[in-house]
């Protein structure tokens, strides 16, 4: 049993429209994402992350090649997959409340339950107190909080992150990297997080994958090897994870 969220890429060749030609981004990629890991995606500008991300998302049809989530071929977006991206995306005009609690009234689940599962993810991030707050009246880390309770909010299996926390300032980023992890552990869907930063990359997640521009497939395949019980500052500074960034940065350089 693979457990929910286990995704294969199988072969994927991205691209986009250039003229009467195709240019393509993502030549012959394939990974699997165990359900409920946690990978990073990392990667010159322009080297296709967000192609591959918003692909996985069921928002680009591969030029060949498919990618299946739980057995099943992704191709349209789904409730089993979230997104959760760097610019804001909460309707303005709804609360916190109301923004969490959208996705699963539109599933059809009735207003009770829906506030209930709306309460539930917004105390998860660290938002109570703030139900009735419109995104304007909130802080951008604050905003990014509410996103990432209404992407869980529908339960997904795969929770899909386009640096989330780029624009963010380094002690808003650190928080909420901290309450990530802590939502990861607790809920157990399998994240996929692109980003530029290489620490963030090692600091949260348990794969790191880098892309490269050249080739548009996997340069290289970087476990980090974290474990849970060590305290964050810790591992961060131990001679081990040192290594390991300078082996991320020789091969984002290669
Ligand atoms: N909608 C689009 N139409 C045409 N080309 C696109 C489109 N979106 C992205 N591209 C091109 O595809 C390539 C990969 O873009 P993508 O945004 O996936 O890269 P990225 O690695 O996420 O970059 P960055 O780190 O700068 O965000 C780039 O050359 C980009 O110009």
């Not at 959208?102 to 709306?118: E, N, Q, S, T, Y």
Request: aromatic fraction near 6%; glycine fraction near 10%.
């Amino acid at each position: 049993m693979k457990g929910i969220g286990h995704i294969e890429i199988q072969q994927v060749c991205l691209g986009y429209k250039s003229g009467l030609d195709i240019r393509t981004v993502i030549q012959d990629l394939s990974l699997t994402l165990d359900a409920g890991s946690f990978t990073s995606l990392i990667g010159a500008s322009g080297c296709g992350k967000s192609t591959l991300l918003n692909a996985i998302g069921g928002h680009y049809k591969p030029l060949s090649g498919s990618i299946i989530l739980d057995g099943v071929e992704i191709k349209t977006p789904g409730a089993d997959l979230g997104i959760v991206f760097q610019q804001h995306t909460l309707f303005p005009w709804k609360t916190v409340k109301e923004n969490v609690r959208f996705g699963p009234m539109r599933r059809g689940v009735g207003r009770a339950a829906a506030d209930k599962l709306a309460d539930e993810y917004i105390e998860l991030v660290g938002l109570s107190g703030y139900e009735n707050y419109y995104p304007k009246m909130l802080s951008g880390g604050m905003q990014h909080r509410a996103e990432i309770a209404r992407a869980l909010a529908n339960k997904p299996a795969v929770l899909l992150m386009d640096e989330p926390f780029g624009a963010l300032d380094a002690q808003m980023r650190a928080s909420l990297q901290d309450s990530l992890l802590s939502i990861w552990e607790s809920t157990h869907v399998t994240i996929v997080f692109v980003t530029h930063d290489v620490n963030e990359a090692i600091r949260l997640s348990q794969r790191v994958v880098i892309i490269s521009r050249r080739s548009g497939s996997i340069s290289s395949i970087i476990e980090t090897n974290k474990n849970h019980d060590e305290p964050v500052e810790q591992y961060m500074q131990s001679r081990q994870t040192q290594e390991l960034k300078r082996r991320c940065l020789e091969m984002l350089s290669a």
